[in-house]
């Protein structure tokens, strides 16, 4: 079955730098994948959707990609700022043609002031 | 923000209760799904719908059960809680392909 992989250890910047997070999956390669943030206590938000034709999507400061070969989606947030101190997750369907989805466990990211 | 409520938002409950948990959307969203999410695991499918009265099983649907009358109501119980099923259990919806809204969560705890 389809499975996510993501540092699960946290990640500590300095405010400015660019932020670099991995998602990898294992097995089909999706249509498209899905980043979501999530705050401590809320649900998770969605942020961003690429395709598999896609290699790059940008939105503001945030900038993902999407590797098929790879099997892998990064994920970037560039000039970071305190405010990005989050939890940031990659979603994708379980199986082609379903909108049952799987997330990974996430990776924390710290950036300090 | 898309209308997505959960309730109750805390439970305390006894080992072998049942419990039913609700999520009400106002989106007029075709699917909707349920996770956990625990320490270590992330967030996992326990149950998804993909319209009024058809269901299917995530990756982690054993002791719980689910409903769907209406397009905006998804009821998630759990037959006869057990300490295993303490979590923190999410509700989301969207049309498909797209973005999944997600709610506030509901804090479980079985004693």
């Known amino acids: 079955s389809q499975k996510i992989e993501q540092n699960s250890e946290a990640l500590n910047i300095q405010e400015g730098k660019t932020a670099t997070l991995t998602c990898n999956y294992t097995n089909y390669s999706p249509a498209y994948l899905q980043w979501y943030r999530q705050d401590p206590g809320r649900g998770p938000v969605f942020l961003?959707?690429?395709?598999?034709?896609?290699?790059?999507k940008r939105k503001e400061r945030l900038k993902v990609t999407f590797d098929t070969t790879l099997k892998q989606s990064l994920f970037h947030i560039t000039a970071s700022q305190p405010a990005d101190s989050a939890t940031?997750?990659?979603?994708?369907?379980?199986?082609?043609?379903?909108?049952?989805?799987i997330f990974g466990t996430g990776t924390r990211l710290k950036v300090l002031a | 923000?898309?209308?997505?409520?959960?309730?109750?938002?805390?439970?305390?409950?006894?080992?072998?209760?049942?419990?039913?948990?609700?999520?009400?959307?106002t989106e007029n969203h075709r699917y909707m799904y349920w996770y956990r999410q625990d320490p270590g695991h992330g967030l996992r499918l326990i149950h998804y719908s993909y319209g009024v009265k058809d269901t299917d099983k995530g990756e982690v649907s054993d002791g719980y059960s689910v409903s769907r009358s209406k397009t905006e109501d998804f009821l998630l119980t759990l037959e006869s809680a057990t300490s295993s099923q303490t979590s923190v259990y999410f509700c989301a919806s969207g049309h498909g392909n797209e973005k999944l809204f997600f709610g506030s969560g509901t804090q479980l705890s079985v004693l």
């Open chain 1, 48 to 56: 961003l959707l690429i395709r598999e034709n896609e290699k790059e």
């Open chain 1, 88 to 101: 940031y997750l990659c979603a994708l369907p379980v199986s082609s043609g379903t909108y049952k989805y």
């Open chain 2, 1 to 25: 923000d898309a209308g997505i409520t959960q309730s109750p938002r805390h439970k305390v409950t006894e080992t072998g209760t049942p419990v039913t948990l609700r999520c009400h959307q």
